[in-house]
């Protein structure tokens, strides 16, 4: 029987050196956007945000005024085709894009937020096989709940993101309508979670709201998003208790790149409170990828088992699955 065992194992290790299967990359959070779906006080405020990293990464100086005109151009995709391009340059199988809603803290937008959405669909629609669009409008508009169920019933979108920072809370009546509606057609939802940049509310991103929405939609996966940033911990602990809570860490490649002793403690404390199988890896781009490349965050994620700091260890299961396999999972994606 030892023999047996012994050879067995051989074989595991053999296999998994000659014959293993390329790692299913899945990106569970990230958005396309275009100058005219976002209010103009979002992009001269996010600009401002942008000056320090923009000359502390890059080694330029530029002012808002220079950012809104010559690095934001940069990110608009309005049909996904940059973003396919990008998915297939770093080997990202699967991206999960988000719709956003602004328009009731910052002003509405040229193109409306029905508009945005159906938008969303097509891109779906054009590459079934590379992008879930999940939909998004704040629950306080009227005939929310009429635009969600459109999304879901005649354009098939895979999901539901909401923004709280817009000024409401996870657990408020009026996100609980579009909250059963998720439920009704089985949908997982996304919540913004953790400190968000101007000139958006971070007191509504709590993650600790979340622990409502977990007991009353047992059914429904919930997805935290960016690891809760300055409330990881609260959410951690959070994650250990509420088994649909699923957490994603998109938006922490630039920490991952200039401190990667301080993610790996975080994503390893993460990992041991949500358990291996309810983490997700994403990119939260386009914002970030001109700082980190897609390909580079992925590697420092397979890199983690070789390369991870004394004392901590991440095993190969655990990369594939955050990378890939449980959002395969949780997302249906076959």
Not at 67 to 75: A, G, L, T
Not at 238 to 266: E, H, I, M, P
């Amino acid at each position: 029987k030892a023999k047996l065992l012994e050879d067995k194992q051989l074989w595991k290790i053999l296999k998994n050196c000659f014959w293993r299967e390329e790692i299913l990359i899945i990106d569970a959070h990230c958005h396309i956007v275009d100058k005219d779906w976002y209010p103009e006080r979002w992009w001269t405020e996010l600009a401002k945000v942008f000056v320090a990293p923009v000359k502390h990464l890059l080694g330029v100086e530029m002012t808002p005024k220079q950012i809104v005109e010559d690095i934001m151009p940069n990110f608009y995709d309005p049909t996904g085709e940059k973003l396919i391009a990008e998915m297939d340059k770093s080997g990202i199988d699967v991206t999960v894009i988000c719709a956003q809603d602004y328009g009731l803290l910052l002003g509405d937008p040229k193109v409306s937020i029905e508009e945005q959405n159906q938008i969303f669909a097509e891109v779906q629609k054009k590459y079934p096989k590379r992008i879930l669009a999940f939909a998004s409008v704040d629950p306080r508009r009227p005939g929310a709940d009429k635009l969600i169920r459109r999304c879901f019933e005649e354009w098939k979108m895979s999901g539901l993101k909401l923004h709280p920072s817009t000024g409401f809370y996870p657990n408020s009546k009026k996100v609980y309508k579009l909250l059963d509606i998720a439920n009704e057609y089985k949908k997982p939802v996304l919540f913004h979670t953790g400190q968000i940049v101007q000139p958006l509310r971070s007191k509504y991103c709590n993650p600790m709201f979340l622990d409502d929405v977990c007991l009353d939609y047992p059914d429904l996966w919930i997805q935290a998003a960016h690891m809760g940033f300055g409330w990881r911990y609260e959410l951690y602990h959070l994650g250990s208790c509420k088994t649909n809570l699923v957490v994603d860490f998109s938006g922490w490649q630039v920490l991952a790149q200039t401190n990667y002793n301080r993610f790996c403690y975080a994503l390893r404390e993460c990992l041991d409170e949500f358990t291996a199988e309810r983490v997700l890896w994403g990119t939260d781009n386009p914002y970030l990828r001109t700082a980190v490349p897609d390909r580079d965050w992925i590697q420092m994620i397979k890199d983690l088992p070789t390369k991870a700091p004394e004392g901590i260890t991440f095993t190969q299961e655990e990369v594939e699955a955050m990378l890939g396999g449980n959002a395969q999972r949780i997302f249906g994606i076959k």
